[in-house]
């Protein structure tokens, strides 16, 4: 299979590592110092007990360099999902799948808008891992891919990427309800990556606050609400479930405070503002993710301030 995989980062690079040492010809998409290195040196992804070394494949920052392909990994952070939706023309072939491996909920929509739903598949990811330095990944834990049709269906195009990623010995599963695992991560997403950032946390240290802990659970019931203005029930069990999943993460960063620490933009919008705005489109309150929105913005734009000195 001819793989492409846009924003080769911590998510992208490291399955598409997989994906190249599995022997599928898979082109990197990249930019600035990473793609650099990766030029100079090759991919390098530090994993317990399997590191990997990629120097074959095509390191580029033109999607004209791809062509055309069997399957796009879009890896984008979501603030730059429209501008990446672009690129993507010289990579779509006849049979051209996009599988978005984003965070937040509504990312695979955008793609589907742009490029058909028929193209679109939306992913859930989960895994550990850093760009520890320029073409270097640090991985440290999981690595699995929930994957499926905005619709539920489940068809051969679809079976077909599920294979390709077994293959690679990457954990994956084919859902018929994408959209609620999605949902389920932003309601871990939504307050452990706000909480950590605005208090400089580690999830271990979160969920051994009874204060953090609070605000956390106050945050889901918000979550939860936004999910069932689109038709999600996330029952109320997934609360503990969350937190249960998060103790055993142990000192882990996560996502948005390891940007916050390397000074890159925030997915403020993609975890907490989708929240808001549909609680208050459905004339419903949201405080916490509110205040989680509006404090993030301006860190955002305190980073975008410094940079620009």
Excluded at 122 to 129: E, F, K, M, S
Aim: proline share 4%.
């Amino acid at each position: 299979m001819r793989i492409a995989v846009i924003g080769a980062g911590a998510v992208g690079g490291y399955f598409g590592a997989k994906l190249a040492a599995a022997g599928q010809d898979v082109a990197f998409i990249a930019r600035g110092a990473h793609l650099d290195a990766l030029r100079r040196a090759g991919l390098r992804v530090d994993s317990p007990g399997a590191p990997l070394h990629i120097k074959n494949s095509l390191f580029t920052s033109e999607s004209r360099e791809a062509g055309p392909v069997d399957l796009i990994l879009f890896c984008v952070k979501s603030y730059d999902t429209e501008a990446a939706m672009e690129m993507l023309g010289p990579m779509i072939g006849d049979s051209t799948l996009i599988l978005s491996l984003q965070n937040g909920i509504d990312n695979p929509q955008k793609i589907a808008r742009r490029w058909g739903e028929e193209r679109t598949l939306a992913g859930v990811v989960y895994i550990g891992a850093k760009l520890a330095a320029p073409g270097m990944i640090a991985h440290s834990a999981g690595g699995k891919i929930v994957f499926g049709r905005l619709d539920g269906a489940i068809d051969p195009a679809a079976k077909a990427v599920q294979q390709t990623l077994t293959a690679a010995a990457i954990a994956c599963e084919l859902s018929r309800n994408i959209q609620r695992v999605q949902w389920t991560k932003l309601l871990w997403n939504a307050p452990f990556c706000a909480i950590s950032c605005l208090t400089r946390a580690n999830v271990k240290q979160i969920v051994e606050s009874d204060s953090l802990t609070k605000l956390a659970l106050d945050c889901m019931a918000e979550v939860q609400a936004a999910a069932r203005t689109c038709g999600i029930d996330l029952p109320a069990e997934s609360f503990q479930e969350t937190l249960t999943f998060s103790r055993g993460l142990g000192d882990f960063k996560p996502s948005m405070l390891q940007d916050l620490e390397a000074a890159k933009p925030l997915e403020y919008e993609a975890f907490n503002g989708i929240v808001v705005k549909l609680l208050r489109q459905a004339g419903k309150p949201a405080p916490i993710n509110e205040i989680f929105h509006g404090t993030l913005k301006f860190l955002d734009r305190r980073i975008k301030e410094e940079a620009m000195h």
